[in-house]
Structure formats: C-alpha cells, structure tokens
C-alpha cells in the first residue's frame, strides 16, 4: 500500500499482514515507521486502534521494489 501527499508523491509504501481478525502487522522499511504512523495517527478519528512499534525483522516473500530487469 502507499500513503500519498496531497501532490500525488509517495510518503511511504508498506505491506499489509492480517494477523487475526483484529490484528494486523504494517511491514515498514527503516525511515518509514515515523512518516506513517504519524499519517495514520492523523485518520484514526472514532476508531479504536491502537498502533505499535515492534522493532523485529520478518521475513517477507518479495522484496520491494523488484529488482530491474
């Protein structure tokens, strides 16, 4: 996913992981984490969630962005 300044350019990009039902894990490259979680923070108005840092590698299938060919 991307989160988009108002002149269209990206902030930063991110991968969605659905840990459960409620749960849900943002994989952020480093440098990202502030500039999304404060973007986020911004449009959680009525909405009961709570976000965290965890400051752990995980293992992801695909690297970002590929590789040029």
Do not use: C, M, Q, Y
């Not at 749960?23 to 979680?37: C, E, K, N, S």
């Amino acid at each position: 996913s991307l989160i988009l300044e108002p002149n269209g350019k990206v902030s930063s990009w991110f991968r969605i992981h659905r840990l459960d039902r409620d749960d849900f894990l943002l994989d952020i490259d480093a440098g990202h984490a502030d500039t999304l979680v404060a973007r986020l923070e911004r449009f959680k108005l009525r909405t009961d969630a709570v976000i965290e840092f965890v400051d752990t590698p995980i293992p992801a299938p695909v690297t970002w962005p590929a590789p040029a060919s």
